[in-house]
């Protein structure tokens, strides 16, 4: 299985992007769905999920400015960032969990990475 994150790039401070992250590969379905980042010189946090059934959750300081989607149908996730401001910029990562088989446990998978910066 592999994720393909998408959509990073230098924005003005209040602007927007949107970030995609495609599953590929042996997949029987795709669980939990989220999205990371991490800033030079931090650790990296959890900025947004969303489960199967589209239950989201998101960190504080995204609330109200971003938005997670999912399309089951392709298993992919996005990522709607508006307002975007200076302490957004990060490297973005995509994070799945993802079950093979109808017979094997969900394992957790990474995409690359899609670096997003934000100018003042």
């Known amino acids: 299985v592999q994720l393909q994150a998408s959509g990073g790039g230098l924005v003005q401070h209040g602007g927007s992007l949107r970030l995609s992250c495609a599953a590929s590969?042996?997949?029987?379905?795709?669980?939990?769905m989220g999205w990371y980042r991490q800033a030079p010189g931090k650790q990296r946090e959890l900025v947004a999920g969303i489960s199967s059934h589209s239950d989201t959750d998101y960190a504080d300081s995204v609330q109200g400015r971003f938005t997670i989607s999912r399309d089951n149908a392709k298993n992919m996730v996005y990522l709607q960032m508006n307002s975007l401001k200076p302490e957004d910029t990060a490297v973005y990562y995509c994070?799945?969990?993802?079950?093979?088989?109808?017979?094997?446990?969900?394992?957790?998978?990474w995409g690359q990475g899609t670096l997003v910066t934000v100018s003042s």
């Open positions: 590969g042996v997949i029987f379905r795709v669980d939990y």
């Open positions: 994070n799945a969990d993802v079950k093979e088989t109808r017979f094997n446990s969900p394992k957790n998978y």
